[in-house]
């Protein structure tokens, strides 16, 4: 059964970078037909999908993050990672790294999550 | 963009009823590409259906999902007190988008 941690700096401050890695175990990033993605939730309210990356590093983005974010892959430490640059508060929330199985090109669903941490920018 | 509205936004019931949870899409999504999670207070969502009506490993046979075009219903034909959480859809294309939920709680 595959599993996602994520971890990064509980705090961050404004105009800053958020930093996220997101460890997978029970299986490789590297084998299987999956996309890995991040998605966040601010408390009390809806989710919002950030990104996602394939493991040839291949990367897509929401359009309204996408002059922020950075997604990459580390396939020798089984991981990938998020970097959110210039962050305000509005972008508090919990952040949750999932496994995207592969429809078509681009289009996947989630069936592992991992359990989110939460981010809190103020300074 | 494709916006999902989801509703009714809360869903009073009590154990044993029906609930039946809806999500528009404000363009044609096609047949296939919703998918629809549970959230519980404190867990991440949980993968329940995919491709509209197929159950995901391990769901209970009392969750079912239908629709095509712009509209997709999630059903849940007897509640069970496990059940009352937040439901999301998903539409899975180009981008993913989700619907803002519908709380499901006991009346």
């Known amino acids: 059964q595959v599993q996602l941690q994520e971890s990064g700096p509980g705090l961050v401050k404004p105009s800053q970078t958020l930093s996220l890695t997101c460890t997978v175990s029970?299986?490789?990033?590297?084998?299987?037909?999956?996309?890995w993605s991040w998605i966040r939730q601010p408390a009390g309210k809806g989710l919002e999908w950030i990104g996602r990356?394939?493991?040839?590093?291949?990367?897509q983005y929401n359009s309204s993050l996408k002059s922020r974010v950075t997604i990459s892959v580390d396939t020798s430490k089984n991981q990938f990672s998020l970097k959110l640059s210039s962050v305000t508060a509005a972008d508090t929330a919990v952040y949750f790294c999932?496994?995207?199985?592969?429809?078509?090109?681009?289009?996947?669903?989630?069936?592992?999550w991992g359990q989110g941490t939460l981010v809190t920018v103020s300074s | 963009e494709i916006v999902l509205t989801q509703s009714p936004g809360t869903l009073s019931l009590s154990p044993g009823e029906r609930a039946t949870l809806s999500c528009r899409a404000s363009q044609s999504v096609g047949s296939r590409y919703v998918a629809w999670y549970q959230q519980k207070p404190g867990q991440a969502p949980r993968l329940l259906i995919y491709?509209?009506?197929s159950r995901a490993t391990g769901v209970p046979d009392r969750f079912s999902g239908s629709g095509s075009g712009t509209d997709f219903t999630l059903t849940i034909s007897r509640l069970e007190p496990e059940d009352f959480a937040v439901y999301y859809c998903q539409r899975y294309g180009s981008s993913s988008t989700f619907g803002g939920g519908t709380k499901v709680e006991i009346k």
């Open positions: 990356i394939y493991n040839s590093g291949s990367t």
């Open positions: 999932a496994r995207g199985v592969v429809v078509t090109v681009a289009a996947h669903y989630f069936d592992n």
């Open positions: 491709g509209a009506s």
């Open positions: 029970g299986g490789s990033i590297s084998s299987g037909n999956y996309y």
